[in-house]
């Protein structure tokens, strides 16, 4: 019912601008009469004063769209209250935007933000936080896939802020960050560490967020804004509101893998993977996006064969009875169980949270850094964060007594550290090297036919749909030519020949200031030592 009314409040919208209605001016802007009166009065009583702030300066505003434009109700609608004798909406919903704006609530309805996957996979809201915590927590930016009564799905307003729905604010990188940051889900921090954040911040005071991308051509920033990678349109790329059309891989969960979000519509994960390196094209040379992408690709797979060794050691040490699966009667009479090893392993040992935060938190950091040019996070925050939990998940059931972790944890040996099988790519992303560079890791020296072992890593992957055979040929050719990619087709770096003496010179030297320090031997002793005698 209330659609009807909507649209009759949209009609006489439409004939009060042709004349047809009158129009009260108030705030600075002409809206019907109604609207005018629920300014009036609460501006009179000062309740939500600065709401009508914010709508003076909107596009509504200056559209002479009022307030019982989104706020109309009819008796019996879940949010209708009765207002001075007027039934009007408490809680507007993406059904009542959809009348003004009906393919951008369609398109958002389809997209990862208005999926409430949480709910299918929620063991650590349900089970290990007090529940007042993820409703301030969890559900504030879950939120943006609640499920309205109307049958409607998201919440508009997480992004566009009411009651301005400002375009300049929701395309700024801080209110995508509102929600996706802290460590589990550090976007925000990733893009301001990102030489696109770097871009941004040093030109964020010439640049004017407030535009129609559908109206310009190309990109009319110096650098991309989140909205410019996922929704805005490029040159060859079509604008849209779902903001899983660009995304080939499920980068966020305990897996990586390829999309079929919507695939009925959206087109494969190789179709998203496409639209994305469009976007990308739009200001990098193709064959850059083509080598960053193909990087990616092979930390979200290499991530994978990390994670096989944590749900690996989970599941040997349920089979021990080191961890016990959490389970309760429900008060219908249900037995349900409240752990898993892929989720949590039953959250209460150090093993438990070593194989949840490291696809939670140090897994996403890995894989999101690698999408988003951040080798912080990548490196300190990403993969040494998992080299560490996966030898502390080792260690924990060595010292349990398991026999296979036990062999790990006493061996002498440096692949110690690489239980997982490894995919890798001759040389960087950014630059040709000499060898000095490529010389260093510790596999190249001590794996025979290491190239050889990888190639049939990166075959298997390819052979299995994981990568696009754009993606293999290119790898192929690095393959193929790798000598030149680990720098052994050029001379010794002059440069680094020089520093490594004066390097080695400095270390020799017994009289030097660095051995000066690690031999400094104060005369007194510790406070501790002190009081022990």
Not at 475 to 484: F, G, P, S, V
Request: proline share 5%.
């Amino acid at each position: 019912m209330r659609k009807f009314l909507l649209l009759f409040i949209v009609a006489a919208l439409t004939m009060l601008f042709a004349g047809t209605v009158s129009a009260i001016t108030i705030k600075g802007a002409q809206v019907d009469a109604e609207s005018a009166k629920c300014i009036s009065c609460h501006e009179d009583q000062v309740v939500a004063p600065k709401g009508i702030e914010q709508w003076s300066h909107s596009a509504h505003a200056k559209n002479g769209i009022g307030c019982l434009s989104c706020h109309t109700a009819e008796k019996g609608d879940f949010d209708a209250m009765n207002h001075h004798g007027q039934y009007v909406a408490k809680q507007p919903t993406p059904k009542d935007c959809a009348m003004c704006h009906p393919q951008e609530v369609e398109e958002n309805t389809k997209s990862k933000h208005a999926y409430p996957f949480w709910l299918y996979a929620n063991a650590d809201r349900s089970v290990f936080s007090p529940i007042i915590g993820t409703k301030q927590g969890c559900e504030s930016c879950h939120n943006i896939s609640a499920m309205w009564p109307d049958g409607s799905v998201g919440e508009c307003d997480v992004c566009h802020s009411k009651h301005t729905f400002d375009v300049k604010q929701a395309r700024h990188p801080n209110t995508c960050g509102e929600c996706h940051l802290g460590p589990d889900h550090p976007q925000r921090e990733i893009y301001y560490e990102s030489k696109h954040g770097n871009i941004f911040r040093a030109n964020e005071a010439k640049i004017n967020l407030d535009y129609d991308s559908s109206e310009v051509d190309g990109i009319p920033l110096p650098s991309p804004v989140c909205t410019t990678c996922h929704m805005d349109d490029v040159p060859g790329v079509k604008g849209t509101h779902n903001v899983s059309a660009r995304l080939a891989w499920e980068s966020q969960a305990p897996w990586s893998y390829r999309t079929i979000w919507f695939e009925e519509e959206l087109g494969t994960w190789q179709e998203k993977n496409e639209r994305m390196k469009r976007v990308c094209r739009s200001c990098h040379a193709p064959d850059f996006v083509g080598d960053y992408f193909m990087m990616y690709d092979l930390v979200n797979l290499q991530y994978n064969e990390i994670r096989r060794q944590f749900v690996k050691w989970a599941k040997l040490y349920v089979k021990e009875g080191l961890i016990k699966p959490l389970k309760e009667t429900t008060v219908d009479g249900h037995t349900k169980t409240y752990s898993g090893t892929v989720i949590n392993a039953s959250w209460y040992t150090k093993a438990s949270e070593l194989l949840y935060n490291s696809w939670h938190h140090e897994g996403r950091r890995f894989r999101m850094g690698a999408a988003m040019q951040a080798p912080d996070y990548v490196q300190w925050h990403g993969i040494w964060e998992l080299q560490h939990n996966l030898q502390e998940m080792i260690a924990w059931g060595a010292e349990r007594g398991v026999e296979e972790a036990k062999k790990i944890y006493e061996s002498d040996s440096p692949t110690k550290f690489f239980t997982y099988k490894i995919y890798d790519v001759p040389g960087g992303l950014y630059s040709l090297t000499t060898k000095e560079q490529n010389d260093t890791p510790m596999l190249y020296k001590v794996i025979p036919n290491y190239w050889k072992k990888v190639k049939a890593n990166v075959k298997a992957a390819y052979d299995q749909g994981l990568i696009t055979r754009e993606t293999w040929e290119r790898w192929l050719a690095r393959y193929n030519n790798k000598d030149k990619y680990l720098g052994k087709d050029y001379p010794d770096n002059k440069v680094f020949k020089a520093y490594k003496k004066r390097k080695d010179m400095e270390l020799a030297d017994p009289n030097g200031p660095l051995k000066k320090v690690i031999n400094l031997d104060l005369p007194s002793e510790s406070p501790f030592a002190e009081k022990e005698k």
